[in-house]
């Protein structure tokens, strides 16, 4: 989409991060099926090895549950402080290659390596090869010439493997991939399109852009491109957000709490469509913003892991009593996240490990 020379994105992804560092840690484990998370009655687990997932043993699955279907799976204890050490010295690995470090979660980064004379992906292999001589854990990587294709590429060749997609692959490697492999097709939107008979990539791609844009508003414009492969994010070192909202100005004023309950359940909406991008994070508090006809505004917080529709009209609610009879012109819906720093074991159990 640009005349720029072509980036080299890699997308280094490690192995069953957590698992990896735990069967290291304990070479008897070596071999068997190792799962980190809770064991207790309603401990769910962080993530499994490859040997567990073979019995259908995943992340976010209750441990009970995992226990029937793989009763000789061995459930550790989370040790996050073991997990931040290794990620440490992974990062330290990326810092040597490029200061363009976009990190995902603990296991999971982009890197920006365009300055590279070697080819992108003589530079994922060093880069895992150091990684393993520091760490002793295998990554995986996908090499591509922007974010979105390498994500998906690093999944290719899993575990401890790579793959490059080239601009001549991209078409080939786009056509038969599922809607939700794009980044920010969730569950919810993935069942949207499969309504419209959309699976593939390759079946929005024989919609027009206008009529993908009619169909389903702002982000139609961006399944369009990202449909085809192209995606122009930059790789964001300092990519931390630490919220994200929605809010809109209304051209008549809002006199009164019950007309404005439909107006921000769909700014809720909205919302939860945009946190589907930011699965990695964990959410802190739930936040409802009025502005009042005289320009003064006011925010109502409640800190919640869960954004639920109940909380924000409890919000809403709440500011109206701030209003003092004004009239409101412009409300807003938002999630503040957690930092990723520093976050406490507890409230990193629900922070799940994908592969
Ligand atoms: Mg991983």
Not at 27 to 52: D, F, H, M, Q, W
Not at 223 to 232: M, P
Not at 323 to 351: C, K, M, N, P, Y
Request: aromatic share 8%; hydrophobic share 35%.
């Amino acid at each position: 989409m640009t005349d720029d020379p072509p980036r080299k994105i890699i997308h280094i992804d490690m192995d069953c991060f957590y698992a990896a560092i735990e069967v290291r840690d304990h070479p008897e484990l070596r071999g068997k099926p190792i799962a980190v998370g809770g064991s207790s009655g309603r401990g769910v687990l962080t993530t499994a090895n490859y040997e567990a997932r073979k019995f259908g043993c995943r992340s976010a699955m209750p441990a009970f549950k995992a226990l029937r279907q793989c009763p000789q799976l061995i459930i550790m204890p989370v040790r996050f402080d073991a997990y931040r050490a290794e990620s440490q010295k992974i990062r330290e690995v990326f810092a040597r290659f490029t200061g363009l470090i976009e990190p995902l979660s603990l296991d999971e980064a982009y890197l920006d390596v365009s300055h590279w004379r070697s080819s992108g992906a003589s530079v994922a292999e060093e880069i895992r090869a150091e990684i393993c001589e520091a760490t002793d854990l295998t990554a995986s990587a996908g090499i591509a010439t922007n974010k979105l294709l390498a994500k998906i590429a690093s999944d290719w060749n899993k575990p401890d493997g790579q793959f490059e997609v080239t601009s001549d692959g991209v078409e080939g490697f786009m056509a038969d991939l599922s809607v939700r492999k794009l980044w920010g097709v969730g569950a919810k939107t993935a069942e949207r399109l499969s309504k419209a008979g959309i699976e593939t990539c390759g079946d929005v791609q024989k919609h027009a852009l206008t009529e993908l844009h009619r169909r389903f508003g702002r982000f139609g414009i961006e399944l369009y491109h990202l449909s085809r492969g192209q995606d122009d994010r930059p790789v964001q070192p300092s990519r931390e957000r630490k919220s994200v909202s929605n809010e809109r100005t209304y051209s008549e004023d809002i006199t009164c709490f019950e007309e404005s309950v439909p107006k921000l359940q769909s700014l809720w909406e909205e919302l939860c469509e945009d946190l589907e991008k930011h699965k990695d994070r964990q959410i802190k508090s739930a936040f409802v913003k009025l502005k009042f006809n005289d320009f003064r505004h006011t925010t109502v917080e409640r800190q919640t892991a869960v954004p639920a529709w109940e909380l924000y009209e409890a919000l809403l609610e709440e500011g109206w009593q701030r209003s003092d009879a004004r009239h409101v012109r412009l409300l807003g819906a938002g999630v503040r996240f957690q930092s990723q720093e520093g976050l406490s074991e507890i409230e990193q159990l629900t922070f799940f490990e994908e592969n």
